[in-house]
């Protein structure tokens, strides 16, 4: 019998219970595929025909129940969908089974033992009881609305009718996992046992009789809290959450109105009908590049690089149990604080005992502030401290693999920093610069091992940025690279990796669209109007609210090294007077009290000052034109890092611009971009940018060329 399953492992217990066990080959995680659907299909079918089988226990082999759906299968499948009809078909593809499963009028029982998300969630769900293991790997949620989708396999019209319209929007809505516990108290779960006693309890829930006939299809059944659209609170419920979706997405990815609007009209219908609601909006979101976009960048080609794809092969593996981390500032802190909780022991240096022992005490308030929430406890915040040696004598690198600088932005004190750490560290320890811009062969020029050196570019708030561009100098080695991302993949960082140039990519990518904001100043378009308009475009937060936040003078000085380091090739950025004008001023940001906005008491107001600087333009705003000067600019930076060389994989640039610069994440990111509007239009409007905006704007003939070609970033 079990010979005709390949996704599942099937046998017959003496209780007459088909016990199934999901294990889809050549894959760590189950994802829910076709070949695994049909087998499901089929062993549905079996266990309903044959009256010597009970009821069945869906459970898993792996570590995970199943991760959801085959993702990467349904970003090719939606690239290639254009057609109504076959996006609703796609959505339908596992319904039918699911369903089949749900009515086959015998019971069947979800045996969770790890990771159940999404699709892997909705499965159980279709399931007539689930037990759980007690483990801290259980996690269980929907969230597919994170990628620009919904619940496409029933889990929008199961999950509200099984726990209420409100509850069950809160967990899909946000997308955010829980764990066990939280599953048994919303009553998504029917209990949690011994990861050893799984199997076992999910056929005493079918022995104990279990109802095999699901509450919805039962006449009569009411969805606790109520449905339809004339329960006044539901209403309330529907506007509320359709306004702060519009104000939170600004309609930029159609997923989470989709997904309300199928749990709205599906429950005020019977369950089939829900059903289809369902699909039907599903195809649209198929239909949508947004899905397409975000499901690739975000979690394909992440993946792809947290598996560390781009890693020279053949070289062993690294292990990294001290490293050194000079200068304790900001970054230091943050950095030191990361290794710190990766396991790793961390000398933290300074110029002096004091300046080192601050850095550390900062980190300890920051602990502070999390155990004060809750979010930490006394003895982990203890024990990380306690990996954490501040001091300012380097002889104490002589322990340490890996030395990460992060002293001030100056080539010369950071080749001199660099020196001294040779001197104490083994020869062949790696030393990385965590510079944001400054060319990291010239900080290299000179030492002894180049081939050991390069460039780890972290981002601020170092603790909770995902990204690491990962910068390879002339000199870097296989070996160095290969370790380097073997130190990143510790800290459960995502890296890029980019070739050498000044800003290499995203220093370069946000310096464009800052620049451009400047400009815009100074064209008297208000601060809070561009603001408002890039939060239109997707942006989180503003440039200029952003800049103050981070404060004026680093950029600024960056722009002064280039241009000192260019002399004659030096082109003055678009917003350059504006950037110097401010720092002489000192409106050097939040920091200082007033930047592009004053602040009182940490507040930000829109400044008097800076309007008279700047009064309005006569000339009527176009809003859709400053959007488009707030992507394209980066877009067409990131071009012209790709023809540079700087940048070598679309994939790895999109996953940098998201996740290390905020770049809007329904977008997929600046080469997503480019292909969804396609080449030739992207340079068109370049055109049309260049007419109206400036220079800065034109595209390069290489973009040109394969505009005309039809070349797309993505094959
Ligand atoms: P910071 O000013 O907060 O910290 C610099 C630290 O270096 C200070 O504690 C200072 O005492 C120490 N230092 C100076 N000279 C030293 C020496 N000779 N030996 C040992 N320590 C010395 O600066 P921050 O913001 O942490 O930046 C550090 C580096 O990280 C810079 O290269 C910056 O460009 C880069 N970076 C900064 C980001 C940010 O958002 N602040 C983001 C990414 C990179």
């Known amino acids: 019998m079990s010979s005709q399953f390949k996704t599942i492992q099937y046998q017959l217990n003496e209780q007459g219970i088909a016990i199934l066990l999901m294990d889809i080959p050549g894959s760590n995680a189950n994802v829910m595929g076709d070949a695994f659907r049909d087998e499901l299909d089929l062993a549905v ?50 319904k039918p089974t699911l369903r089949k499963l749900e009515c086959c009028s015998k019971p069947i029982v979800a045996a969770i033992n790890g990771p159940a998300m999404g699709g892997g969630l909705e499965l159980a769900l279709a399931c007539h009881g689930r037990v759980v293991s007690d483990s801290a790997k259980v996690i269980m949620g929907l969230p597919e609305v994170t990628l620009g989708l919904m619940p496409g396999a029933g889990g929008s019209q199961r ?29 998504i779960v029917d209990a949690i046992v011994a990861p050893e006693k799984l199997i076992e309890a999910a056929c005493q829930q079918i022995t104990d009789g279990l109802d095999p006939i699901k509450p919805w299809d039962k006449k009569g059944y009411t969805i606790p809290g109520g449905s339809g659209f004339f329960d006044a609170d539901l209403g309330n419920l529907y506007n509320y959450l359709t306004s702060t979706i519009c104000r939170d997405t600004q309609r930029n990815t159609p997923a989470p109105l ?78 030191a604080q990361s290794a710190a909780k990766a396991g790793i022991d961390v000398v933290l240096l300074d110029i002096s005992d004091e300046q080192a022992s601050k850095g550390k005490d900062a980190i300890a308030k920051s602990f502070g502030k999390l155990i004060a929430k809750g979010r930490m406890q006394q003895e982990k915040a203890d024990a990380l401290l306690a990996k954490i040696t501040p001091s300012a004598d380097y002889s104490k690198l002589a322990s340490c693999q890996l030395v990460v600088e992060a002293v001030f932005e100056d080539v010369a004190l950071k080749q001199m ?23 990291i062969s010239q900080i290299g020029e000179g030492l ?30 296989d070996k160095t690279l290969a370790e380097a991302l073997d130190f990143v993949a510790l800290l459960r960082k995502t890296p890029i990796i980019v070739n050498d140039s000044r800003g290499f990519f995203t220093s370069r990518v946000i310096s464009a669209y800052l620049q451009e904001a400047f400009a815009m100043v100074a064209e008297g378009i208000s601060p809070t109007l561009i603001d408002n308009i890039a939060k239109q475009a997707g942006f989180a937060i503003g440039p200029l609210a952003l800049i103050d936040d981070i404060g004026l003078e680093n950029g600024y000085k960056a722009s002064l090294a280039e241009k000192q380091a260019l002399g004659e090739r030096w082109v003055e950025p678009a917003g350059f007077k504006v950037q110097k004008q401010f720092n002489e001023l000192g409106r050097i940001g939040r920091r200082g009290g007033m930047g592009f906005y004053d602040y009182s008491e940490g507040v930000r107001a829109p400044s008097a000052a ?49 996740l290390g610069i905020g770049f809007p994440s329904y977008t997929g990111g600046v080469f997503s971009l480019i292909d969804t509007l396609n080449c030739g239009e992207f340079v068109a409007a370049l055109d049309a940018l260049t007419e109206t905006v400036g220079e800065r704007f034109r595209a390069s003939d290489w973009l040109r060329s394969r505009a005309e070609v039809g070349i797309q970033f993505y094959a």
């Open 45 to 94: 079918n079996l266990i309903a025909s044959d009256d010597n089988i009970k009821g069945a226990v869906i459970g898993s082999v792996k570590n995970d129940f199943m991760a959801g759906g085959d993702l990467n299968a349904m970003v090719e499948m939606f690239a290639n969908v254009t057609d109504p009809q076959a996006a609703l078909d796609i959505a339908n593809s596992i």
């Open 448 to 477: 002894p091992s180049p081939d050991r050196f390069l460039g780890l570019h972290f981002f601020s708030p170092v603790e909770r940025m995902p990204l690491i561009e990962v910068i390879r100098g002339k000199f870097t080695s």
């Open 159 to 187: 999950l509200p009718r099984m726990i209420g319209i409100q509850k069950a929007l809160e967990i899909m809505l946000q997308g955010r996992p829980f764990n066990a516990a939280k599953a048994l108290e919303l009553g």
């Open 258 to 335: 989709a997904l309300l609007t199928a749990v709205a009209r599906g429950t005020a219908v019977p369950f089939d009908a829900g059903l289809h609601i369902e699909s039907c909006y599903f195809a649209k979101l198929i239909l949508d590049p947004t899905a397409r976009n975000m499901v690739r960048t975000l979690f394909v080609s992440k993946g792809e690089l947290d598996k560390l794809s781009r890693r020279p092969k053949g070289i062993d593996k690294a292990s990294f149990q001290t490293i050194g981390v000079i200068g304790s500032g900001l970054m230091g802190g943050g950095i």
């Open 417 to 439: 920093v660099f020196k001294m750490a040779r001197e104490h560290m083994p020869a062949d320890a790696i030393l990385a610069s965590n510079t944001s811009s400054l060319p």
């Open 610 to 658: 800076v309007a008279k600087l700047y009064p309005a333009s006569a000339s009527a705003v176009d809003a859709e034109q400053i959007k488009q000067r707030l992507l394209y600019v980066q877009a067409l930076e990131a071009a012209r890092c790709y023809e540079e060389g700087v940048i070598t994989d679309a994939a790895e640039a999109d996953v940098g611009v998201i």
